[in-house]
């Protein structure tokens, strides 16, 4: 959640107070439930400010449990945005993007944590805090394991929030609710959950995992850099943190310790096939960095044979030749990722345009880089790839 939009499940209510026990999933208009920090709900109305349309944000209050339901007419207008300003002592301020569909009945919002305040001591394990959940939380999280295996997420998303309402401190539901929203992309969304499940319990890596992926995925790396450094600290044998950490230390161009994270990440003998492919490349490109070119190629080769298939991989393959000047082997792989990841790998056209360019095969250097600039046009190397371009058609006229 970018500064920090946390997932806000408030209810407009109509009725003084919802009862979440046994609603069944219907087209009503859907209902929002407020999360403490540390997993619980409130114990008195939470006031919120509602904007719609970016319109003037209208002053709200949830009842006495964080609920509110939102009026029927306010559905058909897609998206409003919820803010609730911090109490300084509890928690943050949250802002938090509501989607309204009518296939969505419970919507969470999970206020923030205050920054600077320490999780408790004594925080619960995964099977200790979920073994407390009542019959009907249980009922709730596995009706949503149903609806989101069968590909229906909006009621599993309701679900979810149902099972939390019921037992704000289940943590495999929320790890499970901030991974569907991982699915769908929603970003915010996801971090909010797994953010609020980190306040309950740092016991449960599995959160802190998600989270540092979370953070990669939306840029955030120094983020994620201070969530997963944690989380190697406790679980060192963790591979698949190490191989996360490794995405910050790239950008901010730590290439020394990425490599060492990604080392020892692969002595990790559970990590996943793709996961190992996925280091393999990060230490080439670690490696290139330092200059190593002839040891990042052999981390790559590692990995073209582990996923000869992915486009990525063949990218940083031919990217490594061409530091090489083994340009044959170079074309062969960017246009072999370009053939794998299509639109979503400009930047092989862009190499194969210089490629191209520096064996002065200019009709075929000029095809690559207008592919380029059609499938990146607001990339920041535009104006550069024109001058080129330009270039390249003056010498084609002589």
Do not use: C
């Not at 001591?121 to 999280?141: I, K, L």
């Not at 929030?161 to 769908?184: E, H, M, S």
């Not at 929603?186 to 992926?213: M, V």
């Not at 330092?290 to 031919?318: D, H």
């Amino acid at each position: 959640m970018p500064t920090i939009r946390l997932s806000l499940f408030i209810v407009l209510a109509l009725s003084s107070r919802l009862d979440f026990s046994h609603a069944p999933i219907a087209q009503t208009p859907p209902v929002i439930q407020i999360f403490m920090p540390g997993g619980t709900l409130p114990t008195r109305e939470v006031r919120f400010w509602l904007t719609r349309n970016r319109q003037n944000a209208e002053l709200l209050f949830t009842d006495k449990k964080g609920q509110y339901q939102f009026a029927p007419e306010l559905v058909d207008t897609g998206e409003v945005t919820l803010t609730v300003d911090t109490d300084k002592h509890n928690f943050e301020t949250t802002t938090y993007r509501i989607r309204l569909a009518r296939t969505t009945t419970y919507i969470p919002v999970f206020l923030l944590p205050l920054r600077d305040v320490p999780i408790p001591a004594r925080s619960p394990g995964v099977a200790e805090a979920d073994a407390q959940a009542p019959a009907t939380a249980r009922a709730a999280y596995e009706a949503a394991q149903k609806e989101a295996a069968a590909g229906r997420a909006e009621p599993a998303l309701s679900e979810f929030t149902r099972a939390l309402t019921l037992y704000p401190r289940y943590l495999r539901v929320l790890d499970d609710l901030g991974l569907l929203y991982l699915k769908l992309n929603r970003l915010d969304e996801a971090a909010a959950a797994f953010t609020q499940a980190i306040s309950i319990s740092t016991r449960f890596h599995l959160p802190r995992l998600h989270l540092g992926l979370v953070r990669n995925r939306q840029g955030r790396y120094g983020e994620a850099v201070m969530v997963l450094n944690e989380l190697v600290k406790d679980q060192p044998t963790l591979g698949q943190a190490r191989v996360l950490l490794a995405d910050g230390l790239l950008v901010s161009k730590q290439f020394d310790e990425a490599e060492q994270q990604l080392r020892a990440g692969l002595q990790d003998e559970t990590l996943e096939r793709s996961t190992r492919a996925d280091a393999y490349v990060k230490l080439g490109r670690a490696l290139s960095g330092q200059e190593r070119y002839q040891a990042a190629l052999s981390e790559l080769e590692k990995a073209v044979a582990l996923e000869p298939e992915s486009a990525e991989v063949q990218f940083y393959l031919g990217a490594a030749y061409l530091q090489l000047d083994r340009l044959a082997a170079a074309e062969a792989a960017l246009l072999k990722a370009y053939a794998l990841g299509g639109k979503r790998m400009p930047l092989a056209q862009l190499l194969l345009g210089q490629l191209y360019y520096s064996q002065q095969k200019y009709e075929a250097a000029l095809q690559a880089f207008e592919q380029y600039l059609t499938e990146a046009p607001r990339a920041a190397n535009v104006p550069q790839v024109k001058e080129v371009i330009e270039k390249i058609k003056l010498a084609l006229k002589k």
